[in-house]
């Protein structure tokens, strides 16, 4: 059985969705950065706001449900990771820096469900 700190788990995709979209921010915004990759990252930058549709200053944002988009894919994150998040003690502390204020509906909600 696969458990531990070494192994991803799906509280930590918040997280992960939060810190590359700040990379890609960062090689953008970077003077020294070649053009070519400048470029790929707006793309990249791009998609992963088409799919995650974060504000504007970058914060992930909760849903209570899920939305889809093209080809039925999601949207937003599903919201059980965030709920595993906020019970996570590694993503806990970090959640308040990277979301919108929807803390306090996932601190009820996530206490409604248990």
Do not use: H, W
């Not at 990759?37 to 909760?62: F, H, M, S, W």
């Not at 449900?65 to 906020?86: C, E, H, Q, V, W």
């Amino acid at each position: 059985m696969l458990k531990g700190e070494s192994y991803i788990t799906v509280s930590l995709t918040p997280f992960a969705i939060y810190k590359i979209r700040c990379g890609y921010k960062e090689v953008i915004e970077n003077d020294s950065t070649n053009e070519l990759v400048k470029y790929l990252a707006n793309i990249l930058l791009k998609d992963l706001d088409e799919r995650y549709d974060p504000t504007e200053c970058g914060k992930v944002q909760y849903f209570r449900k899920p939305d889809t988009g093209i080809r039925n894919r999601y949207i937003s994150l599903y919201p059980y990771m965030f709920f595993a998040a906020f019970l996570d003690p590694r993503t806990k502390v970090k959640l308040t820096s990277m979301m919108t204020n929807d803390i306090t509906r996932i601190f009820s909600m996530t206490f409604s469900i248990i």
